[in-house]
Each structure stands twice: as structure tokens, then as C-alpha cells.
């Protein structure tokens, strides 16, 4: 059973996590589009685990961020509206982490304010909650229009923003819109490097993992790296499949044992994980923005059903192989043996 850590501060937003470039030139990983003054904020980590069961897709996302800008925010699309909008777990990332083998990246305490809604053109304001220092704005609307919104609601926006979002508002896809205020977060005591905590539930056939969007304002040749962990009630079958998306590598591809799911059940807001019968699967991406051309459908989920791929080819090992080559070459003996016996039938035949 995973030690419950202290309280850190990271942020939940479903959907995968939030794109941008870093400081010093490593690289972040996210699932949303990063809008800041100048674009200088950039996310040092982030990590996502899309989740889905009985028919909810569940986005949980950590992340730590840098940089100089005053306020930034995150464009996020989602395949539908969220029934929940809610507190996430305290150790749930570290936890799926810890199956990979790599570091933890905890949470925090987290509060729920409602705002009032906020009218604009074109574009209809479905959910507003605040958790600390993030505001978490849910909207449908076109994507040149909710771009407009968008700007004049203080995110500033790369130029590529209208097209990219109108790529999945024309799919049917929603928008989160999560602004960070750097002057709010100081009064409650969040330091640079530090994130909060949401997680989106979202009532779906099948989950889906929007990527294009990880691309949004970078060049041709700027990376983009996230770690995705996917949880099902089955194996699931990816579209695109997986060997075809370059930058795109396994890290783990099982059954999800009962350990693992009795540690995530525990945590705050995840007690719908059920005890058994889930199937656990890690992805990296990494690799130029220019290759980062669509989304990642699991099971055909997605705004609108996506093919349904197959699932992860099952790679091979060594004892795969030497098994294979040591029952041909019995194949191989025995038929020798049955020809010499048929001729030695033929000879007395013969005789």
C-alpha cells in the first residue's frame, strides 16, 4: 500500500495534460494549449491519467510550472460536458507512476468556489468552479468564437488558436479554460513550481486523449513530451495505432493488479475504481510538434466515434523465440523420421 504524502500542490485538469515549452529548454509534458502573456509561463511536468468506467471518462493531470508572467491559463478540449467537475486524489499520479518505476508527483488541499457566469457571443458558458488559484471555465462554442471569448477574458492567444480549436469544436468537442493568477496565488501561499488539483468526469462510450492540441503555438521543430497512463475495464485498442505515431513508445501494457487498484481506490475521489478486472497501460510521447497532427481515440472514443484500432501489439521476447525455433526444429526431425519410416514401408513393399 502506497505512504500517503504530505500535502503538495499540483493541478487535475482532465483531458491530458497541458502543453508548453520550458525555461531552460527541457521539455513539458500536458494536454491543453499554454496561453500566457508573452507565452513565457512553461510547464516543467505534467502528468495525465485518463481513466474510464461504467461509462465515465476520468482526466486527472499533475503538473509543475516556470516562468515570469503575472497570470496563464490552459485551453483544454473535452468529449463532452463534464456531469463533475471535482476534487482530485492526493496520491493517485505517484501511484501509477510508481508502476513505471519513476519519481512521485503528489497533490494538495484543494477548495471549490462557484463564479457567476459570464455571458458572450457565440459561445455558451456551460460550468464555472474556482479552486484556489485556478479558474476552471467550461464552454461550447465555434472555435474562432471561442477563441474571441478567450482573449477577451484575458488569455492571450498564439495565432494558431481559431484553426486548432475549430479542428474540435467542429467534431463537437468542449473547451475547458483554466486561468492561473499568479497575485491570487500569492495570497494563499503557492510558490512558483507548484501547481492544484481538478479532475473532470465526463459520461462517455469510450475515453479519448486530445494530442493535437499539445502543438498549439509551437514551431515545426519545438517538442512535445507527456506521459499518459490509460485505465480500463479491458485492453484497449488505440486509433491511431500506437506503432504508427511516431515518438510513441510502451511503457507498460497489463493487467492492472489488485495492489495498484486498492491504492488508487483510497485516494480522494476514486472510489469508483473497482478492486479488479481493469486493464493498465502507459504511453510516452516524444517527439517535434510537427508530427503531432491528430488525437488518440481509445475504444473509438472521442467528440464523435473514432475507428477503433487494436490494441497494443504484443511484442515478442526471447523466450518467445527460442521456444518457436525449438518446436520447428521437432517438426522438422519428426517429419524426417515419418518419411524414413514410409520409405523403409515402400522398400518391404517392394521386397
Known amino acids: 500500500m502506497i505512504r500517503r504524502p504530505k500535502a503538495r500542490r499540483f493541478l487535475l485538469i482532465p483531458a491530458l495534460a497541458l502543453a508548453a515549452t520550458l525555461v531552460a529548454a527541457a521539455p513539458a509534458m500536458a494536454c491543453g494549449g499554454l496561453v500566457a502573456p508573452g507565452h513565457a509561463e512553461a510547464l516543467e511536468k505534467a502528468v495525465t491519467l485518463s481513466a474510464w468506467h461504467a461509462g465515465y471518462e476520468h482526466y486527472i493531470t499533475g503538473f509543475q510550472f516556470a516562468g515570469s508572467a503575472d497570470s496563464f491559463g490552459y485551453i483544454i478540449p473535452l468529449p463532452g460536458v463534464p456531469a463533475k467537475i471535482s476534487k482530485g486524489g492526493e496520491w493517485t499520479l505517484e501511484r501509477v507512476q510508481s508502476e513505471i518505476g519513476e519519481g512521485p508527483l503528489a497533490a494538495q488541499k484543494r477548495e471549490d468556489v462557484a463564479l457567476a457566469a459570464v455571458p458572450a457571443a457565440g459561445v455558451q458558458v456551460l460550468q464555472q468552479v474556482k479552486i ?84 498549439l503555438g509551437k514551431s515545426g521543430d519545438e517538442l512535445v513530451d507527456a506521459e499518459l497512463f490509460v485505465l480500463t475495464d479491458d485492453r484497449p485498442s488505440f486509433y491511431p495505432e500506437i506503432g504508427t505515431m511516431q515518438g510513441m513508445t510502451v511503457r507498460a501494457d497489463k493487467a492492472a493488479d489488485g495492489t495498484l487498484l486498492t491504492d488508487l481506490q483510497r485516494d480522494t475521489g476514486m472510489s469508483w475504481v473497482p478492486s479488479s478486472g481493469m486493464w493498465f497501460t502507459a504511453l510516452s510521447l516524444h517527439t517535434d510538434a510537427v508530427n503531432v497532427t491528430g488525437d488518440l481515440a481509445i475504444d473509438g472514443g472521442g467528440p464523435v466515434p473514432s475507428p477503433t484500432g487494436r490494441p497494443i501489439p504484443v511484442h515478442l521476447g526471447w523466450p518467445f523465440w527460442i521456444a518457436l525455433i525449438g518446436g520447428a526444429a521437432l517438426l522438422i526431425r519428426e517429419a524426417s523420421r515419418m518419411r524414413r519410416r514410409a520409405e523403409r514401408v515402400r522398400s518391404t513393399s517392394r521386397g
Not at 153 to 159: Q, R, S
Open 132 to 215: 484556489e488559484a485556478l479558474d476552471i471555465t467550461v464552454v461550447r462554442g465555434g472555435g474562432p468564437d471561442v477563441a474571441r471569448w478567450a482573449g477577451k477574458n484575458g488569455f492571450d492567444l498564439t495565432p494558431d488558436t481559431p484553426k486548432v480549436l475549430g479542428s474540435y469544436s467542429d467534431k463537437g468537442a468542449v473547451f475547458a479554460l483554466a486561468k492561473f493568477n499568479r497575485a491570487d496565488a500569492a495570497q494563499r501561499g503557492l510558490i512558483e513550481g507548484q501547481g492544484q488539483v481538478i479532475q473532470f468526469t465526463i459520461p462517455t462510450k469510450a475515453p479519448w486523449i486530445p494530442l493535437r492540441i499539445l502543438a
